[in-house]
């Protein structure tokens, strides 16, 4: 058992929150958060509360100080460990993302209809693929399976909902050296997901959800989280394999021409006026849109 400060400063570090982040979500200042933690003042029980739902905690935890893990699985908590040096500005919007999972999926309970998800992706993917040949013809695959056709592709949400992908927008900050371009996570209810920096340009937004939709499709089977960012990808799986940086670099660089391939028209051609499908289409509760 430790000092309540100490146990506030570790539930924060835990939750990968600055003291900023925890200020504004509790309408205080990051001065008083950080009077808290060092132990000078202490937060009221409404406070407390707030702050121990904000930790994934229960308040007599947090209160008497008690060292024990988040009750539910942290997925966002996992998803900013991947890569160590992501701004901890983004942490707002990847969490934000994964609320956003979590009530989806309650709410589907709730209304007794089951989400129907994509949770496994219906293609092999083969070690170091990452010829231009096999890229294209992967790509390929994608759009013969929902029937896109070889023209030009100008928005990837109806793809993803006929698929039973989620796709999710949030800020995750401007400055891609440092800030996250978009994740991937197989939710263990929601199923595949993609997130996608609201704070890029639109058509870096446009490519990095057809990077996530790569990350998807081809290599789920290695891992469940991807977080991509300017500097490359970082990935965390159920069981960490021995990969090592090069096959991570491989992997971003082969999602990369995937994208662009899936993007893009497959062989020459005057590019057409429409997609040809509809947003709306899908099966109930298939996949979730949001912003």
């Known amino acids: 058992m430790t000092d309540l400060h100490e146990a506030l400063r570790r539930g924060r570090a835990r939750a990968r929150y600055s003291q900023d982040d925890v200020g504004a979500a509790l309408g205080v200042s990051r001065a008083m958060v950080s009077y808290w933690e060092a132990g000078s003042r202490a937060p009221n029980d409404r406070q407390l509360s707030a702050l121990a739902r904000l930790y994934g905690i229960t308040p007599a935890d947090l209160a008497e100080g008690r060292d024990v893990e988040p009750e539910e699985i942290d997925l966002a908590g996992m998803l900013l460990r991947a890569d160590e040096e992501i701004d901890?500005?983004?942490?707002?919007?990847?969490?934000?993302?994964?609320?956003?999972?979590?009530?989806?999926?309650?709410?589907?309970?709730?209304?007794?209809?089951?989400?129907?998800?994509?949770?496994q992706s219906p293609f092999v993917h083969r070690a170091k693929f990452v010829q231009k040949d096999d890229v294209r013809r992967k790509a390929e695959e994608?759009?013969?399976?929902?029937?896109?056709?070889?023209?030009?592709?100008?928005?990837?949400?109806?793809?993803?909902?006929?698929?039973?992908?989620?796709?999710?927008?949030?800020?995750?900050?401007?400055?891609?050296?440092?800030?996250?371009?978009?994740?991937?996570?197989?939710?263990?209810?929601?199923?595949?997901s993609i997130l996608v920096n609201l704070d890029m340009t639109p058509g870096r937004r446009r490519f990095t959800a057809a990077h996530e939709l790569a990350h998807a499709l081809f290599h789920s089977n290695e891992t469940n989280r991807v977080v991509s960012n300017g500097r490359g990808l970082?990935?965390?799986?159920?069981?960490?394999s021995p990969a090592s940086s090069s096959c991570r670099a491989r992997a971003s660089a082969g999602s990369s021409k995937r994208s662009g391939f899936l993007l893009e028209?497959?062989?020459?051609?005057?590019?057409?006026?429409s997609s040809g499908i509809s947003a709306s289409r899908g099966r109930p509760l298939s996949s979730g849109y949001a912003r």
């Open 88 to 119: 901890p500005g983004a942490a707002p919007g990847i969490r934000e993302f994964v609320d956003f999972l979590q009530r989806y999926a309650e709410l589907a309970d709730l209304l007794g209809i089951p989400i129907r998800g994509l949770a």
């Open 142 to 192: 994608v759009r013969s399976l929902v029937g896109l056709g070889t023209g030009p592709i100008r928005d990837l949400d109806p793809v993803c909902e006929l698929l039973g992908i989620t796709v999710y927008r949030a800020p995750l900050g401007a400055d891609l050296r440092s800030a996250p371009s978009g994740a991937f996570l197989n939710h263990p209810e929601v199923g595949f």
């Open 234 to 240: 970082a990935r965390v799986s159920p069981t960490r």
């Open 265 to 273: 028209s497959s062989t020459p051609q005057t590019p057409s006026t």
